[in-house]
T-cell receptor, first 115, second 115 residues
Framework: AQKITQTQPGMFVQEKEAVTLDCTYD???????LFWYKQPSSGEMIFLIY??????QNATEGRYSLNFQKARKSANLVISASQLGDSAMYFC????????????FGTGTRLKVLA | NAGVMQNPRHLVRRRGQEARLRCSPM?????VYWYRQLPEEGLKFMVY????????ESGMPKERFSAEFPKEGPSILRIQQVVRGDSAAYFC?????????????FGPGTRLTVT
């Protein structure tokens, strides 16, 4: 069975500092994708970044990067130069590249950026 | 190109009433996923549909819940005889091919409150 674990219910970071949000996963599928989504207080799900299980390099999108360690089954999100607008819930998700391609989500981490 | 549309955005129902949630996928997308988010939790997969077919309903409660995606018109998630425990945010996501597209595009969600 697939599982996503986010062990940090809440995190604080000072504005302009970097922060790492942890995510570990479990799957027996050889091919899968890992995603991070941001959910602000308004409630919508905003796609941030994607990492494929066969990708050799860590994914980056602007201030977001994904620290992918396949052997440790971890896919941590790094946000550099935090901004006040980064305060939100962050969800890690996984999708197997077979079957019905449904997403499995973690329980989320609430990030608060301090001025 | 309009994004995934969901309506209503907010829905209030009394216990025992029916709730109908609508999802219009992005143009050209023929695959729809429904997820439920209980307060302070991550999203949980409910059902995956293609036009006129239910592909995977392993996350749907056995009773009172049903979903459809007709040839014409939006996908509908229907909850009969709602109970307080059905109060949640319901998200729909669409993808262009389902099988090979790695990204699902989420709608803004419908927040259902059962009084």
């Amino acid at each position: 069975a697939q599982k996503i674990t986010q062990t940090q219910p809440g995190m604080f970071v000072q504005e302009k500092e970097a922060v790492t949000l942890d995510c570990t996963y479990d799957t027996s599928d050889p091919s899968y994708g890992l995603f991070w989504y941001k959910q602000p207080s308004s409630g919508e799900m905003i796609f941030l970044i994607y990492q494929g299980s066969y990708d050799q390099q860590n994914a980056t999108e602007g201030r977001y990067s994904l620290n992918f360690q396949k052997a440790r089954k971890s896919a941590n999100l790094v946000i550099s130069a935090s901004q006040l607008g980064d305060s939100a819930m962050y969800f890690c998700a996984m999708r197997a590249n077979s079957g019905t391609y449904k997403y499995i989500f973690g329980t989320g981490t609430r990030l608060k950026v301090l001025a | 190109n309009a994004g995934v549309m969901q309506n209503p955005r907010h829905l209030v129902r009394r216990r025992g009433q029916e709730a109908r949630l609508r999802c219009s996928p992005m143009k050209g997308h023929s695959h729809v996923y429904w997820y439920r988010q209980l307060p302070e939790e991550g999203l949980k997969f409910m059902v995956y549909l293609q036009k006129e077919n239910i592909i995977d309903e392993s996350g749907m409660p056995k009773e009172r819940f049903s979903a459809e995606f007709p040839k014409e018109g939006p996908s509908i998630l229907r909850i009969q005889q709602v109970v307080r425990g059905d109060s949640a945010a319901y998200f729909c996501a669409s993808s262009p091919t389902g099988a090979s597209s790695y990204e699902q595009y989420f709608g803004p969600g419908t927040r259902l409150t059962v009084t």
